[in-house]
């Protein structure tokens, strides 16, 4: 399998919303009648309900820098593990439980949690793809030979071009899913290989969870009500904050009379594309940090950006992500005393040195993204 630095990681948080994209229907064929029905209608209860484990191709057809492989593991309804080797060596994986996901670096032992879902949004949306093609008797299927073994092929439209997925005849698991784009622009296709059933409880206790004994960063999947009630206290006071810290020289003043919390610096300019998708406020220790998330759906790229104030926190990042000069740049913030780290591997350090030098401070921005983030945190 491809290392890790091969592996497009960001890749999977984008994948949904290029699927969203793909899966409007529009343009109906042939009806599917009778048992033929029964068969589609059972596929689509054993894509949702099965435990497997499967070598896994996630791609984004026409652009073959855009892929990610890995050994894929699920137990419906929420449960994924997505694992990197480098050799026979597993180097890190990727965790999913229906509320975070989390990146698991075990040369390290360290876990990074993230709130939102990256692999079982693509699963649903296939799911829904195929069952409304069915619903509207919009879908084809045929029984064929794939690589040696019988095959059911469901084949419909989605938008103006078609998609396909082809499901092993014996254990009716998926094999492929492919959903095409217009010309000049992106498909989608899921590929699995070696793919092995998994009884109900097959997988051991914890497999998918972090070992308790690395070091987590980022929010934990349960927020303790003490850390609740901060959070509201934090999200009250951002009105306060608003109107506190409007200039650098500002914040300075705030630093040596200790009002509040600080307000992170946003860029006030970005590459072709990309817009601020969330302004998330952690705290670990008692200490705060911020998680700005920079993306850009089109080209599927991503840029991470911390912000915090402690020493701490920035010698943590800098042995959790190595320093190789196109994906890590770690600066001061002028005489802030906030240290600002951008983390990614689609952007060269010049353009990560871009963002970099347009950061300042917009309370108005960062209050409406800070609330919008902890109202979403706080509901769960």
């Given at each position: 399998m491809k290392s890790l630095r091969a592996m497009k990681e960001n890749w999977l948080k984008l994948l949904p919303a290029a699927l969203f994209a793909l899966l409007v229907f529009v343009q109906p064929v042939a009806a599917i009648t009778g048992e033929?029905?029964?068969?589609?209608?059972?596929?689509?209860?054993?894509?949702?309900?099965?435990?497997?484990?499967?070598?896994?191709?996630?791609?984004?057809v026409g652009k073959e820098s855009e892929s990610l492989t890995g050994r894929l593991y699920r137990q419906p309804p929420n449960h994924f593990r997505?694992?990197?080797?480098?050799?026979?060596?597993?180097?890190?994986?990727?965790?999913?439980?229906?509320?975070?996901?989390?990146?698991?670096?075990?040369?390290?032992?360290?876990?990074?949690?993230?709130?939102?879902?990256?692999?079982?949004?693509?699963?649903?949306?296939?799911?829904?793809?195929?069952?409304?093609?069915?619903?509207?008797k919009q879908l084809?299927?045929?029984?064929?030979?794939?690589?040696?073994?019988?095959?059911?092929?469901?084949?419909?439209?989605?938008?103006?071009?078609?998609?396909?997925?082809?499901?092993?005849?014996?254990?009716?698991?998926?094999?492929?899913?492919?959903?095409?784009?217009?010309k000049g622009e992106l498909g989608f296709k899921v590929v699995l290989s070696n793919v092995e059933a998994v009884?109900?409880?097959?997988?051991?206790?914890?497999?998918?969870?972090?070992p308790s004994d690395?070091?987590?960063?980022?929010?934990?999947?349960?927020?303790?009500?003490?850390?609740?009630?901060?959070?509201?206290?934090?999200?009250?006071?951002?009105?306060?904050?608003?109107?506190?810290?409007?200039?650098?020289?500002?914040?300075?003043?705030?630093?040596?009379?200790?009002?509040g919390d600080f307000l992170p610096a946003l860029p006030s300019q970005l590459p072709e594309g990309f817009v601020i998708e969330s302004v998330t406020p952690?705290?670990?220790?008692?200490?705060?940090?911020?998680?700005?998330e920079l993306i850009n759906v089109a080209d599927v790229q991503l840029v991470s950006v911390f912000e915090t104030r402690h020493e701490g926190f920035r010698k943590e990042f800098q042995k959790t992500w190595r320093k190789d000069?196109?994906?890590?740049?770690?600066?001061?913030?002028?005489?802030?005393?906030?240290?600002?780290?951008?983390?990614?591997?689609?952007?060269?350090?010049?353009?990560?040195?871009?963002?970099y030098d347009s950061m300042e401070f917009q309370p108005d921005v960062a209050v409406q993204l800070i609330d919008k983030a902890l109202t979403s945190i706080l509901s769960e």
């Amino acid at each position: 399998m491809k290392s890790l630095r091969a592996m497009k990681e960001n890749w999977l948080k984008l994948l949904p919303a290029a699927l969203f994209a793909l899966l409007v229907f529009v343009q109906p064929v042939a009806a599917i009648t009778g048992e033929a029905t029964e068969t589609a209608e059972r596929l689509l209860r054993t894509l949702m309900e099965s435990s497997f484990k499967a070598d896994v191709v996630f791609k984004v057809v026409g652009k073959e820098s855009e892929s990610l492989t890995g050994r894929l593991y699920r137990q419906p309804p929420n449960h994924f593990r997505l694992e990197y080797y480098e050799g026979e060596e597993l180097i890190g994986y990727y965790l999913e439980d229906g509320r975070t996901s989390t990146r698991v670096f075990p040369r390290e032992r360290r876990a990074l949690v993230m709130r939102g879902r990256r692999l079982s949004p693509i699963f649903i949306l296939i799911a829904s793809c195929l069952g409304r093609a069915v619903q509207e008797k919009q879908l084809v299927l045929t029984e064929e030979y794939r690589q040696g073994r019988a095959s059911y092929v469901l084949s419909g439209f989605a938008g103006v071009k078609g998609f396909s997925a082809v499901f092993d005849a014996e254990d009716e698991l998926l094999r492929v899913f492919t959903a095409e784009g217009q010309k000049g622009e992106l498909g989608f296709k899921v590929v699995l290989s070696n793919v092995e059933a998994v009884a109900p409880g097959g997988f051991a206790l914890g497999f998918f969870a972090a070992p308790s004994d690395f070091q987590v960063f980022g929010p934990a999947a349960q927020i303790a009500e003490g850390e609740r009630e901060r959070l509201r206290i934090f999200q009250r006071r951002l009105p306060q904050q608003r109107h506190h810290q409007k200039s650098l020289d500002e914040f300075r003043d705030m630093e040596e009379t200790g009002t509040g919390d600080f307000l992170p610096a946003l860029p006030s300019q970005l590459p072709e594309g990309f817009v601020i998708e969330s302004v998330t406020p952690l705290y670990f220790s008692g200490r705060l940090l911020y998680h700005i998330e920079l993306i850009n759906v089109a080209d599927v790229q991503l840029v991470s950006v911390f912000e915090t104030r402690h020493e701490g926190f920035r010698k943590e990042f800098q042995k959790t992500w190595r320093k190789d000069g196109k994906r890590f740049l770690d600066l001061p913030l002028g005489e802030t005393g906030i240290y600002v780290i951008l983390i990614s591997e689609d952007l060269t350090e010049e353009e990560l040195r871009a963002i970099y030098d347009s950061m300042e401070f917009q309370p108005d921005v960062a209050v409406q993204l800070i609330d919008k983030a902890l109202t979403s945190i706080l509901s769960e």
